[in-house]
């Protein structure tokens, strides 16, 4: 063992009784979620708004495009930059493009020049590849392989308190402006501020080999990892027929974003109840992840079984939540904009659509709580989940690029509807065949007390950083 090796081996903390000690998969796991909370769950809020809490969605949406752009790039490299920096250098580096991206907003509200915007989106494109891959590799390798879906869910109902936190700052200081304007100063300052504190409480993220499982298991058997096994990896993504079938439900998982947020949030409600209904419908992602998690974890003895049943259960209630957006939707459209409903003042009118937007983040969690425990059943190392992860965010950022544009180019909302209710159709059957075909039940009791060695492509002898392997 290098001397590297060595010096980490003697870092390692003793396992205690107690589930909530710092090197603990749970508590490493709530970390994790408290600096999404701050980081990402801020950034929906905002973009929750419609727009970026500006009138003019032009600039929001080629910010947007900017963003998903770059982000498909590094959340497929992600992984490897992952596996090579280790947790903490990556997350701060991440964390601190959120910042920036608030900033620009702020900076638009006075001089109306998106150059800013666009940029600072690209930037966090890169941010948030790394981000999202690190977040991956932690919430899918550190849990116990019987309990992902729990911790998931754990995960998902923190990060997601970042959205209904973020959806209260828009409406409270937005509370006495009815008229349509964009949001004031106040807003994207106490939009900084949190991101700022996620990107100092990224510091306290542990490495995975430090993280120990109650039962005395390390989470992984790879300590490091270096470029050339990192690039080898990452290009064999593209051929790997789990990767493929996944495909479609990594496109679809945040294609529908734009439609939801700007054309449904955006033209249907004024300022401050858009505000509101983000309080509502991230709140619903902290049900529907809470739900779909149980279902994964403890409704059949059998994993493989639990993830027909989870897929059955999401392609059922998406279908009827789609099939409710269609009816709305057919009452209004870019040439017969519906009228601005108002939480307080439109009375029954508002309930309808206000349901809608809140099933429809219920589904949101759903979906990517589904897609993330299939992620997370295909292997338990965190250099393997972490490229798959990467691979995940990458291909689903692919999919916003393109779905910011669709709406940046007015094409038709009830076009849009159909295309997002059709590629989430298309991805359960094939997420049911990758189950069928790659997810293993659990080990029994005294098998999984065992760890076991992963292996990997060996590194060059001079290369620096060569892998670690703990026992």
């Known amino acids: 063992m290098s001397k590297r090796g060595e010096s980490a081996g003697k870092q390692q903390m003793v396992v205690g009784k107690s589930r909530f000690r710092y090197n603990s998969p749970l508590v490493q796991v709530c970390l994790i979620g408290l600096v999404c909370f701050c980081c990402p769950g801020m950034f929906n809020a905002l973009s929750g708004m419609g727009g970026g809490g500006q009138v003019d969605t032009t600039a929001a949406n080629n910010a947007n495009t900017a963003l998903y752009t770059t982000f498909t790039i590094f959340g497929i490299l992600g992984g490897g930059i992952y596996n090579i920096l280790g947790p903490q250098v990556t997350l701060i580096s991440a964390c601190s493009t959120y910042v920036l991206y608030a900033g620009s907003f702020l900076y638009y509200n006075h001089h109306k020049h998106q150059a800013f915007a666009i940029a600072a989106g690209a930037i966090l494109g890169i941010g948030a590849g790394l981000l999202w891959a690190a977040e991956g590799a932690i919430m899918t390798s550190y849990p116990p392989p019987n309990r992902k879906g729990t911790y998931i869910s754990i995960f998902w109902s923190i990060f997601n308190m970042g959205g209904v936190i973020g959806g209260l700052i828009p409406f409270i200081l937005n509370y006495n402006r009815n008229e349509a304007v964009s949001v004031n100063d106040g807003t994207y300052i106490g939009f900084m501020c949190f991101m700022s504190a996620g990107a100092l409480l990224s510091l306290v993220i542990l490495p995975p080999g430090r993280v120990i499982r109650d039962d005395g298991t390390h989470c992984t058997n790879i300590k490091y990892s270096n470029v050339s096994t990192e690039i080898t990896q990452v290009l064999k993504l593209f051929s790997n027929w789990k990767m493929l079938l996944i495909f479609p439900a990594s496109w679809a998982s945040n294609f529908f974003y734009s439609y939801q947020f700007n054309n449904v949030n955006g033209l249907q409600f004024n300022l401050r109840t858009r505000g509101l209904n983000n309080v509502f419908y991230w709140g619903a992602q902290m049900l529907g992840s809470v739900g779909i998690g149980y279902i994964f974890d403890f409704s059949f003895p059998t994993r493989r079984k639990r993830g027909f049943v989870g897929i059955v259960v999401v392609a059922l209630l998406g279908s009827a939540i789609w099939a409710g957006g269609l009816a709305n939707q057919l009452n209004y459209s870019h040439d017969k904009p519906p009228a601005k ?103 029994s009791p005294e098998e999984s007390t065992n760890s076991k060695e992963v292996t990997l492509p060996a590194a060059d002898d001079g290369a620096v950083g060569g892998l670690t392997k703990l026992r």
């Open 341 to 443: 409903l108002d939480f307080k003042n439109s009375g029954s009118d508002f309930a309808g659509p206000f349901v809608l937007y809140f099933c429809y983040g219920l589904l949101d969690a759903m979906f990517q709580s589904m897609v993330y425990w299939v992620i997370g059943a295909l292997a338990d190392d965190s250099e393997t989940l972490s490229r798959y992860s990467g691979f995940y965010k990458g291909v689903q950022s692919a999919g916003a690029a393109v779905a910011w544009q669709v709406d940046t180019h007015k094409v038709s909302l009830l076009s849009q509807l159909v295309v997002n209710w059709s590629l989430t159709t298309i991805s359960y059957p094939l997420l049911v065949i990758l189950v069928l075909l790659a997810v293993k039940d659990e080990k």
